[in-house]
C-alpha cells in the first residue's frame, strides 16, 4: 500500500505544480495582450482570437453546487480545480498482498459537468449531481477481473510418488482455494464514492473454497484399478530377466496426459544391466538373448491396462503365440534402439496413475493405482476367437544315420498358424453391457521335424520299421518369446482407439 501513497503525493504534487504553471502562463498572456494593445496590426487578431474562444472561465459564479460541493463565489476556472481536488480518484482494492488502482469511472461525469459550468452564464443558478448508479456495472466488471486475477482452485491431494524401500505411496497436502466475494465488493466501492471517499483502500473479502479431497481421504480412495497375474517358468535367467523389468516399471508415476513406453522404461536390456540368455525368437527362429522373457511382463502390463479402461497407443503381437497368456492377448516388446515394437498407453484420467509391479517365485502380477476411470461395478476384459487358420508348413526333414533304414520319426509335430480376432469386453455383474473389437493377431505356425534314414546299407535286407509319431517339445519351445533385440518379422498391430466409461457421480 505505500506505493500508492507514494504515487497519491507525487501526483498532488506534479498537479500544484500544473496549476500554478497554468496561472503564471495565464498571467503572461494577459500581460501580453495588455502590453501590445496599442499596436493596431496585432490589436485585430488577438481580439479576434479572443472573440472566439471567449467563455465564462473567469467570470465569477453566482450560485453553483456539485453534490455537496459549493462553487458559489468562486470563477469557473477556480471551480474546475476544486473539482479537480475534491474528486480526486485513486479508489484501491487490496488483497493483502496485490493492490490494484481502479479505473477512474468518475471522470467523464466530471467533464461534462465542466463544460456545463464553461458553457453557462455564470450569473444562472446551476446545481449537479453525480450519478452513483452509473457507476455501479464498471464496478462489477472491474470486481469480475479481480475474481480472474485472484480467485484460486482449490487444489485436492493426490499421489505424487512411490517409496521402494518403505513400499508406500506418498501423497501431497491439500490446500484451500478462495473465491472474491464479488457482491460485497461492490457494494464497498458504492458506499465509498457515494460517501466522497474516492481515495479510499478498500480491502477485498474471499470465501474459502475447500478440497474435494483430503490427504487422509486420498489414502482411502485411491486403490488398484486394474490388475492382472501370470506365472512364469522354472527359468532362472529368464525369471532374473522378468525380476529386472519388474523392478523398472514397479513404482512408476504417470500424470494426466502422459504416456507410457515400455522400452523407454525400462531401457535397453542388455549383458551390463544383469539381462542374462534366455529363449527369444529373432526373425522366427528361437535363439537365447539377453532380455528373453520381458515380453511377459509387458503382456500381463497389457492386461491392467485393458481392465483400467485406458486405450494402448502401440501393442504387437508376438510372430509365434507364447503359452502364458491366451492367443489374441498378448503384448510383445523389442528394443532394437528404441525403435523396436514397444507397448505403449496414454494416462487419460485426470489423476496421477501409479504401476505396481512384483514378481513373487513363479507369480508374477501387475497393477495399476489410481482413482476408479470406470462406472461403479463396471468390469472390463479381453475375449478373444480364432477366425481362421494359416496353411500348414511342409515338414523339414532331418538325416539320422541311427535310425534304421527307411524308417521315420517324428521330433516336433509342430503347429498350425492361425489369425484371431480380440474384443474388449464391458460387463457390470454377469451381463455384458457391450463387446468392441480391440485387435487382431497372426501367429505363424511351425513346420513338423522327421528325423529319418534313407541311406541304404550295402548289405541291408531287413524290412523297415513302422514310423514313429510321439513328438517331442523342449522346454524352451514351450516357453520361449521375443526379448531384447528381436522385431525383425514380427507382426505388428496398432490398437484402435477405445472410449472410456465415465465413473457416475
Keep these: 500500500m505505500g506505493k500508492y501513497r507514494e504515487i497519491r503525493k507525487r501526483r498532488k504534487r506534479n498537479r500544484n505544480i500544473a496549476v500554478g504553471v497554468l496561472f503564471i502562463a495565464a498571467l503572461s498572456a494577459g500581460g501580453y495582450l495588455y502590453s501590445r494593445a496599442s499596436s493596431n496590426s496585432l490589436q485585430p487578431v488577438r481580439e479576434t482570437e479572443k472573440a472566439t474562444t471567449a467563455d465564462f472561465t473567469d467570470k465569477i459564479l453566482s450560485s453553483a453546487r456539485v453534490g455537496q460541493t459549493d462553487l458559489t463565489g468562486l470563477t469557473v476556472k477556480e471551480a474546475e480545480e476544486t473539482l479537480m ?110 460517501s466522497g471517499n474516492y481515495q479510499a483502500e478498500i480491502m477485498a473479502g474471499f470465501t474459502v473454497t475447500p478440497p474435494k479431497r483430503t490427504q487422509t481421504q486420498a ?77 511377459q511382463v509387458s503382456t500381463t502390463l497389457y492386461h491392467a491396462i485393458i481392465e483400467v479402461g485406458f486405450k494402448t497407443t502401440e501393442r504387437n503381437a508376438h510372430s509365434f503365440a507364447p503359452s502364458y497368456v491366451e492367443k489374441g492377448q498378448d503384448a510383445m516388446v523389442s528394443f532394437d534402439g528404441y525403435a523396436g515394437p514397444d507397448l505403449k498407453f496414454v494416462n487419460t484420467s485426470n489423476q496421477p496413475l501409479a504401476i505396481r509391479a512384483a514378481l513373487d517365485g513363479k507369480s508374477l502380477k501387475i497393477s495399476l493405482v489410481g482413482l476408479p476411470v470406470l462406472e461403479d461395478g463396471v468390469k472390463v476384459s479381453i475375449r478373444s476367437e480364432k477366425i481362421r487358420d494359416l496353411e500348414p508348413l511342409e515338414p523339414v526333414y532331418e538325416e539320422n544315420p541311427a535310425l534304421p533304414y527307411g524308417t521315420e520319426k517324428v521330433v516336433d509335430k509342430g503347429t498350425i498358424g ?87 457421480e
Design 85 to 194: 481536488e475534491r474528486y480526486q480518484w485513486e479508489l484501491i482494492v487490496s488483497d493483502g498482498k496485490d493492490s490494484v488502482l481502479l479505473d477512474n469511472l468518475i471522470e467523464p461525469q466530471l467533464q461534462a459537468i465542466k463544460k456545463q459550468l464553461e458553457e453557462t452564464p455564470p450569473d444562472q443558478a446551476q446545481q449537479y449531481e453525480i450519478d452513483y448508479e452509473a457507476l455501479r456495472e464498471p464496478f462489477i466488471s472491474q470486481a469480475a477481473s479481480l475474481a480472474e486475477r485472484w480467485n484460486k482452485s482449490a487444489v485436492n491431494s493426490e499421489l505424487e510418488s512411490f517409496n521402494k524401500t518403505t513400499g508406500a505411496f506418498v501423497y501431497t497436502n491439500e490446500q484451500n482455494g478462495r473465491a472474491l466475494d464479488q457482491e460485497k465488493l461492490v457494494e464497498q466501492l458504492m458506499d465509498a464514492v457515494k
Design 219 to 295: 489414502k482411502e480412495q485411491y486403490e488398484v484399478i486394474g490388475t492382472f497375474t501370470t506365472t512364469t517358468t522354472d527359468n532362472k535367467n529368464r525369471n532374473q530377466n522378468i525380476h529386472l523389468a519388474v523392478d523398472s516399471i514397479n513404482g512408476l508415476i504417470l500424470k494426466p496426459g502422459e504416456e507410457f513406453s515400455f522400452n523407454n522404461t525400462t531401457g535397453n536390456r542388455t549383458k551390463e544391466k544383469g539381462y542374462q540368455p534366455a529363449g527369444a525368437y529373432r526373425n522366427g527362429v528361437l535363439i537365447e538373448e539377453p532380455g528373453g522373457g520381458v515380453c
Design 418 to 504: 492361425g489369425v484371431y480376432k480380440s474384443y474388449r469386453v464391458y460387463k457390470k455383474g454377469d451381463t455384458v453391457i457391450k463387446e468392441e473389437p480391440l485387435h487382431n493377431s497372426t501367429y505363424k505356425g511351425k513346420p513338423a521335424v522327421i528325423s529319418r534314414n534313407t541311406t541304404v546299407p550295402p548289405a541291408e535286407t531287413e524290412s523297415q520299421t513302422p514310423i514313429e509319431t510321439q513328438p517331442q517339445t523342449t522346454e524352451a519351445q514351450e516357453n520361449s518369446e521375443t526379448g531384447h533385440g528381436v522385431g525383425g518379422s514380427e507382426t505388428t498391430v496398432q490398437e484402435t482407439d477405445i472410449p472410456v466409461v465415465p465413473k457416475a
